[in-house]
């Protein structure tokens, strides 16, 4: 590599640290700033989008109704016929049988 490239391949190399560098300044000063002013007016904390889970303005007529949950009963697992042996499968089992033996 000559050297004028390599030159301006480090120019760029630091260019670019440098930039992140100073970008990074101004990103970590504006978290800084819009984060006080989340906590000031209350949007930092963890509910503050979630919506009741009662409605306070409407009354039902009707009453609440509760559901009462019927124990769960695991499925019995389902015996399936067992596969059919392979014909060709036994061929090699009994090769492997005969080169044990001789072994």
């Given at each position: 590599m000559s050297g004028l490239t390599q030159t301006i391949r480090n120019v760029f190399i630091r260019l670019e640290g440098?930039?992140?560098q100073f970008f990074g300044f101004f990103k970590n000063i504006f978290s800084l700033i819009f984060g006080f002013l989340a906590r000031i007016f209350g949007y930092s904390k963890p509910g503050y989008f979630l919506e009741n889970n009662e409605a306070t303005s409407i009354k039902s007529s009707e009453t609440k109704q509760v559901t009462k949950s019927e124990?769960?009963?695991?499925?019995e697992p389902s015996m399936t016929a067992r596969r059919r042996p392979d014909p060709k499968m036994d061929y090699?089992?009994?090769?492997?049988?005969?080169?044990?033996k001789t072994s």
């Open positions: 440098f930039l992140y124990p769960q009963t695991a499925p090699f089992r009994k090769m492997a049988q005969e080169v044990n």
